[in-house]
């Protein structure tokens, strides 16, 4: 079976917010985890 394109792109204000997230410390792990999916799906520059 062929996979799906994911046509979700998070937005550079999300984007910039879960960067946050990643670099403190204190954040938790779920936190860390929804940080990253979101900057998975943030679309690459060119």
Known sequence: MARRKNSEVTSAKAASAAAKVLSNPK????????????LTQRQNKK
Do not use: H, P
């Not at 954040?27 to 979101?38: C, E, L, Y």
């Open 27 to 38: 954040s938790s792990k779920a936190a860390k985890s929804a940080a990253a999916s979101a």
